[in-house]
C-alpha cells in the first residue's frame, strides 16, 4: 500500500494505493483562502496539518488492515506557496499563496537586481513565483523577514511535520525562482537578490528519491507501520503529470482545477519567459516539462455559481438544459489576475455581450467559454517554441464535466483524452512517487497512463463559431489593458 497526499488550494486529498494500482481509500478535507486586501491570497499552514490529520485519522477508522500495510507516502502540492519559519521552525506570518498578487513591483526589483534571472531560472519574475514574495516581505515587512530561518513550500511543511527534516525537490523548487533550472540546483545569484543565503533553503531530493522518514508518533496515530519513507514528491502538475503517465517527451495533458494548467513534457530544460511560459524540472530524474498557467480555472466556476446562487453541479446541468451552441457573451476569467501569455496580475474579470434576453446558463456557458479561451492563448504559447500538441489528457476536478470537455475539444481543435481517475489530480502521482522512492523501480514502467475511458472530438460547427467568438474574448483583453 502506498499513501499520496494532495495539498491543494480548496482542499487536501489524501489516497490509498494497492501494489496493482487500485485506489482502495480515498478522502478530503475542505480548505479556505483569506484575502486580507485587494491582490492578496492567504492561509494558515497550521490548517493545513489539521486537515491532514483528520483525513489520515479518517482512513485509519476505515481502512485500518489497508493503513497498517502502507510503505510510502507521497506528497503533492499546490506549488508557489510561501511558507516562513523561525529558527524553531515556527510560522511567522499566513503562507502567501500562488494566486497572490501583490509584488508586481518586487518582480521588477528582483530582475534589476539580477539581470540574469530569465536565463538562470527560465522563467519570467511573477507574482506568484516565491522569490518576488519573499522580496515583498523583505521590504514591507522587514521585522519578519528579519527572523526568517527557513523558506518551505506548502507541501514541504507538511513534510517538515510529518519527517522533522527540512527537504524540497526539484518539480516545486522550480517555481520558486531559486533554483537553476537546468542544472537543477539552487541559485547563489537568485538568492543573493532576494537577501536570503542558500542556508534558508530545504535539502533537494528528486521526487521519486526518499525524502524523510514519517515519525514513529505519528505512524502510531494514524495505524501506519513504524519505518514508512516519505518520496520527494512533487508540484502538483509533476505530480498530475506521474499520475496519468506523461513521463515521456511530447506527452501532456489539460488540468482543469482550481487554477488551469496545459503541461508538456521534455527531455531537455528549454524556454519561452517572452510569453510567461513556465519552464521547470519534472518529477523524475532526467526530465524538464513546459507549462502555460492560467490563474482562475474551474474557481472562475465556483465565482459564477455563488454569486448567481446556485452550485456548480446545478448550473452546469442548467448550462447543458438551455444551451446548445456556443453563446454570444463574453467572459475574461482573470478573477487573480493571469499568467499566460500576458503575466499581468492587475487583469481581471469581465462580462461583455449582455443583453436584456442574458440568462445564468448564459453566463455560465460564457465562463466554461472563457477559460477555454485562456487554454488557447496558452497552447499557443506553448506550440510557439514546440511542436504542434496533438492530443491533450484532462485531469483535475473539472474533469468531471462532459459538456465542458465538449467546449474545450472545440475552442482547442483538437481530441480530449479522459483516462480513468483522472479527476484526482495529483494525489495518485503522489503514490505513485511514494512507490518509487520504495521499490526503486523503472519509473516507465510504473508510470503508464490509466485506462482510457473515452476521447472527446471537436465539433467542427462549434470550432468554426469559436474562432470568431475567440478573436472577441482577445480584443476585449486589449480593450481592458489599454
Known sequence: MFLGIDLGTSSLKAVLVDTDERVVAEASEP??????????????????????????????????????????????????????????DRVL???????DGRSGAECRLLEE?????????????????????????????????AGIAKVLLPKDYLRLRLTGEPISEMSDSAGTLWLDVAARRWSQ???????LSETAMPRLVEGSEPGGVLRDALATAWGLPKGVIVAGGAGDNAAGAVGIGAITPGQGFLSLGTSGVIFTTSAAYSANPAQAVHSFCHALPGLWHQMAVMLSAASSLSWVS??????????LDEIANETDRPGEVVFLPYLSGERTPHNDPQATGLFAGLTHGTRRS??????????????????????????????????????????????????????LEYRAGGERGGAFGA????????????????????????????????????????????AAYRRESV
Open 306 to 315: 455563488g454569486v448567481t446562487g446556485t452550485t456548480e453541479a446545478a448550473l
Open 362 to 415: 448564459d453566463l455560465g456557458r460564457a465562463v466554461l467559454e472563457g477559460v477555454g479561451f485562456s487554454f488557447a492563448d496558452g497552447l499557443a504559447a506553448l506550440e510557439a517554441v514546440g511542436p504542434r500538441i496533438e492530443t491533450l489528457s484532462v485531469i483535475g476536478g473539472g474533469a468531471r464535466s462532459a459538456l465542458w470537455g465538449e467546449i474545450l475539444a472545440a475552442i482547442l481543435d483538437r481530441p
Open 189 to 195: 545569484a537568485m538568492l543573493d537578490a532576494t537577501g
Open 113 to 145: 537586481r539580477e539581470p540574469r534571472s530569465r536565463a538562470i531560472t527560465g522563467n519570467l519574475a511573477m507574482p506568484g513565483f516565491t522569490a518576488p514574495k519573499l522580496v515583498w516581505v523583505q521590504r514591507h515587512e522587514p521585522e519578519i523577514f
Open 31 to 88: 480548505l479556505t483562502v483569506s484575502r486580507p486586501q485587494p491582490l492578496w491570497s492567504e492561509q494558515n499552514p497550521e490548517d493545513w496539518w489539521q486537515a491532514l490529520d483528520r483525513v489520515l485519522r479518517r482512513l485509519k477508522a476505515e481502512r485500518p488492515a489497508e493503513m497498517a500495510g502502507a510503505r510510502g507516502l507521497g506528497l503533492s502540492g499546490q506549488m508557489h506557496g510561501a511558507v516562513l519559519l523561525d529558527a524553531q
Open 431 to 474: 503514490a505513485r512517487l511514494a512507490r518509487l522512492a520504495v521499490t526503486g523501480e523503472a519509473p516507465e514502467a510504473l508510470c503508464k497512463p490509466p485506462a482510457l475511458e473515452r476521447v472527446v472530438t471537436p465539433r467542427a460547427e462549434w470550432s468554426e463559431a469559436y474562432q470568431r467568438l475567440y478573436a472577441r474574448y482577445r
Open 93 to 99: 506570518r499566513p503562507a502567501i499563496l500562488w494566486n
